[in-house]
């Protein structure tokens, strides 16, 4: 069986940055041992595979190396992109069908497609047994000044430098796992100024998920979304994941939604054998 398959990278104005994806679209579903095989092989934080439904209207799973997971931000938005630029160039609006329900994507001027995703807003960890001390250990640095719990664990540390030199995610998952979590958001207060002027910056890591570091994570900012919106008393933010790839997110507070906006730039078309 030969499939086709596009690499693209999101929230990236160029290749070689933000995040890449692999989009595989499907003409029947296949066994998800096979699409989780086909996503290890791939080796890239998520492979997204998609089913048309009807004119607009698409079901996506994504799957990482190691399993398949209810959200994705970026192969999310890195699905739209192919739609909108090779597939069906006339459509302006995707509904896809998705574990988290319908996800839509709108059409964006300049390639910046806009997404709705559901809100995950955070509550406040009350850190015991040394556990931000633990946190800090894993990534080389002081421990995070707050932390809060929602579909992952997000340290608050108190500036920008600090979260751009974290050393990685060292045994971070033997950490997080006493709480039967996998996915721990490192975020601080944004830096720079003018055209460089973030409202906050963050890292993602989640290597029980086969991800060490997750260049640009949309799902992450689902969380960070309303927790900065009520922090700085904001609708909207520019934020910055600063991993080593980094990439740039335009962030709205929308209620029960957190819309995301972002270029994509297309780095590879392919055909996989299987």
């Known amino acids: 069986m030969k499939l086709k398959l596009w690499q693209i990278d999101a929230f990236a104005a160029k290749v070689l940055e933000g995040n890449p994806a692999a989009v595989v679209p499907l003409e029947t579903w296949l066994d998800a041992g096979l699409m989780r095989a086909v996503a290890n092989e791939n080796n890239l934080a998520e492979t997204a595979f998609f089913l048309r439904e009807a004119r607009g209207k698409y079901a996506l799973r994504w799957f990482t190396p190691e399993a398949e997971v209810d959200l994705c931000g970026h192969a999310t938005l890195a699905s739209a992109w192919l739609i909108f630029a090779e597939l069906d160039p006339e459509l302006k609006q995707i509904d896809f069908s998705t574990r988290s329900g319908t996800l839509t994507v709108l059409r964006g001027q300049g390639g910046n497609h806009v997404m709705s995703l559901p809100s995950d807003p955070v509550t406040r960890y009350e850190e015991r047994d040394g556990f931000a001390r633990q946190i800090g250990d894993a990534l080389g640095t002081a421990a995070p000044t707050e932390i809060h719990r929602g579909r992952y664990v997000m340290g608050v540390w108190d500036d920008a430098a ?24 490192a975020t601080a207060p944004g830096d720079g100024d003018g055209e460089g002027q973030y409202d906050f910056v963050s890292r993602f890591f989640a290597p029980d998920k086969g991800v060490p570091e997750d ?60």
Do not use: F
């Open 215 to 274: 260049p640009v994570t949309g799902s992450a900012h689902c969380a960070l979304t309303p927790y900065w919106a009520a922090r700085l008393g904001k609708k909207t933010l520019r934020a910055r994941q600063v991993s080593p790839r980094g990439g740039d997110l335009t962030c709205t507070e929308d209620g029960d939604r957190t819309v995301l906006s972002g270029p994509c730039a297309l780095y590879m078309r392919g055909e996989i054998v299987v």
């Open 162 to 185: 600090t979260i751009r030199a974290l050393k990685g995610p060292g045994n971070i998952a033997q950490v997080l796992r006493p709480l039967d979590m996998w996915g721990l958001i």
